[in-house]
């Protein structure tokens, strides 16, 4: 929904506004801020019913680990186990290793970094098997004190710790404590439920590209790493030594009051675990006049979005409603450099007229069937472009051949574009074609399959659409 939302106006997406940028340098007027509002509108409409209808037929049901701590009783705790070599419950089945226990709740279980959440009873373990279990502090007592299990661990900056450690550094030293004083332990163990959390690493973070081992989150905020969830695959071994991407989840483990922290310095967004309020700051009112401000004389056509943009981040910054730390990190230094590289490249095939050759070789083939062959020619090359790249580049590569097709046949180059600027847009077959499908992937526990399930026909709609609409919407 956001996706399709973002097609709406002209700064709703990154794309739109490159197309309007490249436009603009070609010697054209620009497009108008709600240009793209009539098509957008109608992709809202139809991507809306096409997910109501087909969404819970298409996509399985899973739920990450956050989830299931969501739900759990008062009074249950959660701790991780690895089974060791030799171990006796290797061989055995869930119901059969957890017989003696009912209380106990086998939430997940990680094998290979294949995880597999609420694992039926008939599910047989391994060595090696890490186990995530739910129970009450008495029980997780007993298991911890089981030889044939060893407590898991999480990655504290350069080191290894047991996970739990409240639980095991105080209530394993005083054994009794569990049968004599329950209450007492049962709110230090508490906190073993109450700091773990999910999180996802937003696109403009900091940790992108550093390891886990440098981040510093149990140095600065006491935090600790238990698992990585990337692409549909969880990762719990050389942590240390692994690299964050964009949109990776991580499960932490640490004091509500510094997942807060986390949450707030904006480089990983909790999306499980700690419960967050919503702030209305003193400068909320000149934050949104400034912004309306903006959009009114972009869509008045006074100055340029681009510069009227640019001004109220100067306002922000002057009013104090916007951090300089805060705007500079809102900076993506990777889309910079991909633009820096690609936009000069539109201009090269431009240039050496291999935009011209591309546009008289599209012609060839689909004109003879009309303006909405164009269109869907256009908007299919560069849908297709998007999920393998990513929708800046294609649009920066496929615009110059957009205004050659205009040049080459007379016809308003308006039409033409918007059919790239949707097409770079509405991007929904892979994980990696548009930004917004990577940040959801680890938290709805989607695979590269869901998304080609879902995606496919979601992006032949929307095809079909462009190509009959934007011939209507814009006399083509």
């Known amino acids: 929904f956001s996706i399709l939302g973002g097609t709406c106006t002209l700064f709703g997406t990154s794309t739109n506004l490159l197309v309007d940028a490249l436009y603009r340098e070609s010697g054209g007027p620009g497009l108008r801020v709600f240009e793209f509002l009539p098509l957008g509108l109608v992709f809202v409409g139809l991507g809306v019913g096409y997910v109501v209808l087909f969404a819970p037929r298409l996509l399985p049901s899973r739920k990450g680990l956050g989830d299931l701590l969501a739900i759990q009783a008062p009074g249950r705790f959660v701790t991780e186990v690895v089974l060791r070599r030799g171990s006796r ?8 290793a957890f017989s003696e226990d009912r209380e106990i709740q086998v939430l997940q279980v990680v094998r290979d970094e294949e995880a597999l959440l609420q694992p039926e009873s008939d599910f047989v373990l391994e060595e090696g098997d890490v186990v995530f279990l739910e129970s009450s502090a008495r029980s997780i007592y007993h298991v911890m004190r089981d030889p044939e299990l060893e407590r898991g661990t999480a990655v504290a900056d350069e080191m290894r710790v047991p996970l739990a450690d409240v639980l095991a550094g105080e209530a394993l030293e005083n054994p009794r404590a569990i049968l004599d004083e329950p209450a007492e332990v049962a709110e230090r163990v508490g906190r073993v439920d109450l700091r773990i959390a999910e999180a996802v690493v937003t696109p403009n973070s900091r940790f992108v590209g550093r390891r886990v081992r440098d981040l510093g989150l149990n140095r600065k905020h006491g935090i600790q790493m238990l698992a990585i969830r990337r692409l549909g695959r969880q990762h719990q071994y050389q942590l240390r030594e692994l690299r964050l991407h964009s949109g990776d989840v991580l499960l932490v483990q640490g004091e509500p009051s510094s997942l807060r922290v986390l949450n707030e ?7 499980e675990g700690v419960h ?65 590289g690609t936009i000069p490249l539109g201009r090269a095939l431009e240039e050496v007229g291999l935009a011209g050759r591309a546009a008289t070789a599209l012609l060839g083939v689909v004109e003879p069937f009309g303006p909405w062959a164009i269109v869907a020619a256009l908007y299919v090359t560069t849908s297709c472009l998007t999920e393998i790249l990513s929708n800046n580049a294609t649009a920066v590569l496929l615009t110059p051949v957009a205004l050659g097709v205009a040049a080459q046949t007379g016809v308003d180059p308006r039409p033409l574009l918007i059919a790239i600027a949707f097409g770079a847009s509405a991007s929904f077959a892979t994980p990696i074609g548009y930004q917004t499908n990577t940040l959801v992937m680890g938290p709805g526990g989607y695979r590269f399959a869901d998304y080609l399930r879902i995606g496919l026909p979601m992006n032949l709609i929307m095809m079909i659409a462009a190509s009959l609409l934007i011939p209507l919407f814009w006399n083509l």
């Open 265 to 271: 310095e904006g480089d990983a967004l909790l999306i």
């Open 89 to 96: 419950y290797a061989g055995q089945s869930v119901a059969q």
């Open 276 to 340: 967050q309020s919503l702030t209305f700051p003193a400068k909320a009112p000149a934050a949104i006049a400034i912004m309306a401000a903006v959009v009114l004389l972009a869509s008045l056509g006074v100055a340029p979005i681009v510069l009227l943009a640019l001004g109220g981040v100067g306002l922000l910054l002057a009013t104090r409603c916007l951090d300089p730390r805060d705007a500079l990190r809102a900076l993506e230094p990777d889309v910079i450099l991909l633009l820096a």
